[in-house]
C-alpha cells in the first residue's frame, strides 16, 4: 500500500470556517429529511474518503475479505487536507455528494461542533465508548449539548526531531538523553540555535518559522479568542510568539514554506538540524528523505508539552446508511485497529488502550536511530495539558491570518507591519 503522507496536518485557509459555518446553517438535512434508510446487504458497499494517510489501507481489504462482514467498503484517500477540505465544504453546504464516513482535520471540529452547523452530522454518541479515547480529543468533537459528531482517530503530542550527524558536526550533544538538555525550554533551543549556526552557517537551525511559531502557538491557552469566543489577538502570549519567531526568522529559519517544493528539497540536501515531530511528521520525514542517515527523535519539547494535529471520522446527515458508517467508523478506531493503522502511518493513535499496547511492544524505529518511538510519543502526551490552546470557533481562520503574517515576515516585510496587517485582517472578521 502506497503512503500519502504530504501535508498531513494543515489548518484551514483564511475565511473557509466562517464560510463553511454560514452555509451549513441553511443547508438541507440530507437523507434525515425522508426518516429512511437503507440497510446495505454483503454485496454492497460503504464509502469513506479520508485524506492523506490514515493507515487504513490493510484493514478495509482484510473487513473485504471476511465473508462473515456484513458489507463491503470502499475507501477514497485524497493526497492532501486542503484539497478534501474544499471538497467536504461543498458537499457538506449543498447536503449531497458526500461519501458515508468522512475524516475531518482536528482544527476544522470547532466549526463543526456550533450550532447548526452540527446538524449536518450524525450523533455517534455511544455511552459505552466514553473511556475509549483521550478525554482532550473526545470532547473536541462534542457539541455544547453532548452530540458527539467526531470519532478521534489520532492526536499529536510533539516531540522533536534533529540530524544527529549535523549536531555532532557543530560540537552540540548527539545522544538522545544529553540533547533533552538542549530542548528543555524555548530560550535554550533558540539559544543552541545560534550556537549552531556559527559552526553550520549554511545550514539552517528549523525547517520553518511557520512550523515554530505553530509549535509554540499551541502552549498559549487562550490563542485567538476567550473562553467565551470573544476575539482577543491584542494578548501578551501571542505577541511574545510572533515577536520570538520574527527575531530568529532571518538567522535560523529556513525561511521557506512547510510543505513547499523547497521545504521538501530541504530534507535530503543538509538544509536543517531541527523540527517540530508529531507522530504524522516520522512519514513525512522518511518519505521526502529515505536515503538520509542521521535522523533522530528526543523525548522532549521546549516548555515542556504541545499537541499538533489529530483527526476524526465522521458520518454526514445526508449519508443513506447512517446505522453501518457508525459501525464502521467505531472499528476503525477500536485499539485493534489503531494499533494497526499506527503502525502503517505513525500516527499517534488517540484511542487510550492501543496508546498502551504499542507503549508496552516497545518497538523501535531504525530510520531514527532506533529511536522507541511509541514510547517517545506517549511521554510526550502526558507532558500535553489538558485543553490548551482553547480552539474557538474562529481558530481556523485566525491561524490562517497569524501564519500569513509571519510568512510576510519571513519574505522580508518589517514584523511590525506585518503584525498590523494581521489585526487589521483579524478586526475585518467580527
Given amino acids: 500500500m502506497s503512503k500519502i503522507s504530504k501535508s498531513w496536518r494543515r489548518g484551514l485557509a483564511a475565511g473557509a470556517v466562517a464560510t463553511l459555518v454560514a452555509g451549513l446553517v441553511g443547508a438541507c438535512g440530507g437523507s434525515d429529511d425522508t426518516g429512511e434508510q437503507a440497510k446495505l446487504g454483503k454485496d454492497d458497499t460503504l464509502t469513506i474518503t479520508t485524506f492523506s494517510e490514515f493507515g487504513y489501507g490493510d484493514l478495509i481489504e482484510q473487513w473485504n475479505a471476511d465473508p462473515d462482514r456484513p458489507f463491503k467498503v470502499k475507501q477514497t484517500v485524497v493526497a492532501e487536507w486542503d484539497t478534501w477540505k474544499q471538497s467536504l465544504t461543498t458537499g457538506l453546504q449543498s447536503g449531497e455528494g458526500l461519501t458515508d464516513i468522512v475524516g475531518i482535520e482536528g482544527d476544522m471540529m470547532p466549526a463543526l461542533v456550533a450550532e447548526g452547523a452540527s446538524e449536518q452530522f ?206 464502521f467508523a467505531n472499528y476503525l478506531t477500536t485499539a485493534e485497529s489503531q494499533v494497526a493503522a499506527s503502525k502503517v502511518a505513525g500516527n499517534f493513535p488517540a484511542n487510550l488502550e492501543a496508546q498502551t499496547v504499542l507503549a508496552d511492544e516497545n518497538a523501535t524505529d531504525p530510520y531514527f536511530n532506533n529511536a522507541p518511538t511509541s514510547q517517545i510519543l506517549a511521554s510526550r502526551a502526558e507532558a500535553v495539558p489538558a485543553g490548551v490552546p482553547f480552539k474557538g470557533d474562529k481558530y481556523s481562520d485566525i491561524l490562517g491570518l497569524f501564519q500569513q503574517a509571519i510568512r510576510r515576515v519571513d519574505e522580508g516585510t518589517d514584523p511590525e507591519k506585518s503584525w498590523a496587517t494581521f489585526v487589521e485582517g483579524v478586526e475585518g472578521m467580527s
Fill in 122 to 327: 450524525v450523533d455517534l454518541t455511544d455511552k459505552e465508548l466514553d473511556s475509549r479515547w483521550m478525554e482532550s480529543k473526545y470532547l473536541e468533537g462534542q457539541t455544547a449539548d453532548g452530540k458527539q459528531i467526531g470519532y478521534p482517530t489520532d492526536a499529536g503530542p510533539e516531540a522533536f526531531c534533529y540530524r544527529a550527524d549535523l549536531f555532532e558536526k557543530a560540537g552540540l550533544p548527539s545522544d538522545r538523553e544529553a540533547v533533552k538538555e538542549l530542548f528543555k525550554d524555548w530560550d535554550t533551543y533558540f539559544a543552541t540555535g545560534e550556537q549552531f549556526k556559527k559552526k553550520m552557517p549554511k545550514t539552517a537551525w528549523y525547517d520553518s518559522s511557520g512550523a515554530i511559531a505553530q509549535a509554540m502557538l499551541n502552549q498559549v491557552e487562550y490563542p485567538f479568542q476567550t473562553k467565551d469566543q470573544k476575539i482577543d489577538v491584542d494578548n501578551p502570549e501571542l505577541r511574545e510568539v510572533y515577536d520570538t519567531v520574527s527575531q530568529y526568522a532571518s538567522t535560523q529559519s529556513t525561511k521557506v514554506e512547510q510543505w513547499g517544493e523547497d521545504w521538501t528539497a530541504n530534507f535530503t540536501n543538509d538544509g536543517f538540524a531541527t523540527i517540530p515531530c508529531p507522530g504524522w511528521m516520522f512519514a513525512n520525514i522518511k518519505d521526502s528523505a529515505p536515503e538520509v542517515k542521521g535522523w533522530d527523535i528526543v523525548d522532549a519539547f521546549p516548555g515542556g508539552g504541545g499537541n499538533w494535529g489529530g483527526s476524526y471520522l465522521a458520518v454526514p446527515a445526508q449519508s443513506e446508511h447512517q446505522d453501518e458508517a457508525k459501525e
